[in-house]
């Protein structure tokens, strides 16, 4: 009641702290400034941590699960959940490249068969979604196909290839002391949002994951959209998968499995990434500059534990919480906002 | 067509004559049968060990059936059940768990039953010493040792050529795995008395990628002070930090000097003398030995050594063309084939 009064007063209302007041739920803003506290208290006390070298690293540390999430945020966007394969698509993204490349047919040829590759794996578990079939159903289907065909192709071993290769700027180079994998995430990030906001594509996008119903009514069916976004996600992956393994020369199946990141699985990482910024799981509410943000808050936070002295289960831990809690936030202001209009 | 018929009636008689005449001869030349319940062949170093037990069983005249487990224990105990289940009891069970103490009932179940176990990969401990008849697999404070020497002895070159800085990084297990404590201690000995000082230690987790995140960090974090070693719990998590002590401007073997265990990981590293060196420890030769220790039991009703451990020999670039080891099976092994990271191109 008495929040209601201050609120009311427009001299007090000037202030930034209680415009959001204004838009937002009281429990909303108490949550947000005791994160920030908290955020900037670590960040302020953590050694090392505002530098430009730790700033590069954090956001060469999320260039790998952004890009992927990138690519997923298309999918959840168009109301098709999520495609729980990234991480094997990857991971036969990684073997393909590593073949051809210890073949010695060369990045460029590696680099189209690789994308071809992902281009079928994408459409193929598109086209099942845009059946009908269930998105979770059908890409577990298929993270078990592909992990499968990834195993059997490389016989579960080491696939390496040796150095000087031409992939090596990919993996390892840099411009303008920026490591290139972060240009190529900065790249990715931009045009994806452009593309989303700025095209006929995008506002389909937007417009299939919010109300299928209108989308069919205006001859938008989800069918091609399922393909178009399944395809966008498994290229995410496949790149990805192609930038590690230039990275290290070698490539295995398991590359992407556990070994990936100190939160563990490697999609369960991408979908908290879409998660964490707020992107609608149900569709048509989000952007892909979210998600690029999600993955550098999540960056964030475990690099700041880490100069904290912090072992791997407590950061584990803090980015898990960090995760419930932007998910608890963003559905209180969604809830908000909807009791507005 | 009556013709064909005749034909193929004929042969199928015939395979099934030759099929049963042989069937029980074959059953009979065998020594014995095993179960072995470990990971997945779709992690490398699995993949060999299992390569190694299923060889040398068929060499030695053992059956041999293999289950393999996502690095889940609930999973490797349903198998275990099956195997309760179907009756059929081999004369072996070969167990390496995925979790040691939460499968610590299944091992028992396994012993419950009469058939001897014998443990692999990782070490006894005082809950399940009683259920099992010997173990074999690597031993990581020697090899954590060796890796710790051979920093020492690069050390002390970089010294008696006026070099200056002693500061150490290590790229580590996860804390809360077993390994952790077993290496670093063992580690910490090895390089005790000398002018190397761990200012740094990293648990990102296992693998590449890991270790590339995990170094990324940790140099930002101890930057300030100089960074002059780095110490791998094995190759794989050290490839990848190797990289990232390379974006952060580091000339590897110059600037830094690395050595990493295990040998699962990049070669070429060492060739290029990116990577000092690494400690030998073959899964292949894991899973031979476990063979080996079977047939012991089986004809002796003992074992020689309760612990056998594989070798953990080091290599360096001087050495890495010249290392090999023989085999339980009397076979002489190359580094290619003992290695299990990107080592077989």
Known sequence: MSMNAATNDPEIRSTLFNRMLDRYSP??????????????????????????????????????????????????????????????????????????????????????????????????????????????????????????????????????????????????????GLPNITIAFILIAITAEIVLRYTSFGRQVYLIGANRAAGRATGHENFSMAIKTCTIASVCSAFVAIAFSAQVSSAHVNYFSSEFGSSGDMTILVIATVMVAGNSIMGGYGSTLRTSLGAIFISTVDNMMVLHGFNSGPRVLAVGLMIVFSIIVFALVRRGSRVQE | ??????????????????????????????????????????????????????????????????FENQFNQAEQDQQVQQVLAAGQLPDVFIWWPSDATAGLGSLRALHKTGVPVLKINQLPNEQDKKYIFGYAGPDDRLRARNAGYMMREAAAAKKANGGEGFNVIVLSYPHSYGGYGLSINAFKEAIAGSDLNIIGDVDEGFGQANGYKGAAKLIASVKDQGIHFVYG??????????????????????????????????????????????????????????????????????????INFTPNPAVTKETIETTALQGYDGKLYGINELCSGAWAQ
Not at chain 1, 93 to 120: D, H, K, Q, R
Not at chain 2, 251 to 266: K, R, S
Request: with cysteine.
């Open chain 1, 27 to 176: 429990l909303v803003v108490i949550l947000v400034a005791l994160f920030a506290v908290v955020f900037v208290y670590g960040m302020v006390t953590a050694p090392n941590f505002l530098t430009v070298f730790n700033f590069k690293t954090i956001i060469r540390d999320a260039a790998l699960v952004g890009i992927m999430g990138i690519g997923l945020t298309f999918v959840t966007l168009s109301g098709n959940f999520f495609l729980l394969s990234m991480k094997e698509t990857a991971a036969l993204s990684i073997i393909a490249f590593a073949i051809a490349m210890s073949n010695g047919y060369g990045f460029e040829l590696a680099f189209l068969f690789t994308m071809c590759v992902a281009v079928i794996a994408g459409m193929l578990q598109g086209a099942l979604i845009g059946l009908g079939g269930n998105p979770i159903v059908v890409t577990l289907g298929a993270a078990g196909l592909f992990f499968g065909i990834a195993s059997w192709w490389s016989d579960n071993l080491v696939v390496s290839f040796r150095r000087p290769h031409g992939a090596e700027w990919l993996g390892s180079g840099s411009f303008l």
């Open chain 2, 1 to 66: 067509m009556s013709y064909l018929k005749k034909a193929i009636g004929v042969a199928t008689a015939a395979c099934l004559t030759v099929g049963l005449a042989f069937a029980p001869a074959s059953a009979q030349d065998k020594k014995g049968s095993i179960v072995s319940f470990n990971g997945p062949a779709g992690e490398a170093y699995i993949g060999r060990f299992i390569k190694g037990i299923k060889e040398t069983a068929e060499l030695k005249g053992f059956d041999i059936k293999v």
């Open chain 2, 233 to 306: 719990m094995d190759d794989a998590i050290l490839t990848g930090g190797i990289k990232a002590l390379e974006e952060a401007g580091y000339t590897m073997g110059e600037d830094v000097i690395a050595v990493g265990t295990v040998c699962n990981g990049d070669k070429q590293l060492i060739e290029e003398g990116k990577q000092f060196g690494t400690t030998l420890q073959s899964p292949l030769h894991e899973g031979q030995l476990a063979i080996k220790l079977v047939e012991e039991y089986l004809d002796t009703g003992k074992l020689e050594n309760y």
